[in-house]
């Protein structure tokens, strides 16, 4: 079975600051580990994905994950956060010959002016 | 835009309705997967066909099926709707030959199906 544990319910960060989005996961084999965004009435955007290779991995819009194996972890990262970044993020997990995705119950980011 | 179009946006219905919501995957994709978002179980997949075969289950109902046509495009039918039901249902899509590495989803707008 494969599952992902997003910790808090809400992420309050002021803009300019760094934003963390914490995820860990739980998978037989190796994980492909994704990052989805959904805004209000949206469906859900892809932000970026771990397959294998470097552990930083860069994606849409200044988002960074870094996957960390030794703590089964995937964190969402951002330098500089947008008010425009607030939105319900989801972890989600797969692995090799499963191509379903296991979602965490999302994070809301709240961006303070 | 994703490039996967799902209708229709909204639906509301009765309990024990049958309703039909419809998918167009992203052209060239040929896996299209569903997915539930409700508040209480959060996002849970459905069911994955990949050129028009079912090639995986999930927490779907017996009261739920779906299937994918010729075309690519799919259909997700759900009868005798109960007040739980109620949820945002997404489509999503991808090149990934199953089997193999998870490729990229791409994901819908969504229905929303209010049953009352």
């Known amino acids: 079975a494969q599952s992902v544990a997003q910790p808090e319910d809400q992420v309050n960060v002021a803009e300019g600051n760094p934003l963390t989005v914490k995820c860990t996961y739980s998978?037989?084999?190796?994980?492909?580990l994704f990052w989805y965004v959904q805004y209000p009435n949206r469906g859900l955007q892809f932000l970026l994905k771990?397959?294998?290779?470097?552990?930083l991995v860069k994606g849409s819009y200044g988002f960074e994950a870094e996957f960390n194996k030794s703590q089964t972890s995937f964190h969402l990262k951002k330098p500089s956060a947008l008010v425009s970044d607030s939105a319900l993020y989801f972890c989600?997990?797969?692995?090799?010959?499963?191509?379903?995705?296991?979602f965490g119950k999302g994070n809301q980011v709240v961006v303070i002016p | 835009d994703s490039g996967v179009t799902q209708t229709p946006k909204h639906l509301i219905t009765a309990t024990g309705q049958r309703v039909t919501l419809r998918c167009s995957p992203r052209?060239?994709?040929?896996?299209v997967y569903w997915y539930q978002q409700s508040l209480d179980q959060g996002l849970q997949f459905l069911i994955h066909?990949?050129?028009?075969?079912?090639?995986a289950k999930g927490n779907i109902l017996e009261r739920f099926s779906a299937q994918q046509f010729p075309d690519l495009h799919s259909e997700l039918n759900l009868s005798s709707l109960e007040l739980g039901d109620s949820a945002l249902y997404f489509c999503?899509?991808?090149?990934?030959?199953?089997?193999?590495?998870?490729?990229?989803?791409?994901f819908g707008p969504g229905t929303r199906l209010t049953v009352l």
């Open positions: 999503a899509s991808s090149v990934a030959n199953p089997g193999g590495f998870t490729d990229t989803q791409y």
């Open positions: 998978v037989s084999g190796n994980p492909y």
């Open positions: 771990y397959i294998t290779g470097d552990n």
């Open positions: 989600a997990v797969s692995s090799y010959g499963n191509n379903r995705l296991a």
């Open positions: 052209s060239g994709d040929l896996s």
């Open positions: 066909y990949y050129n028009g075969e079912e090639r």
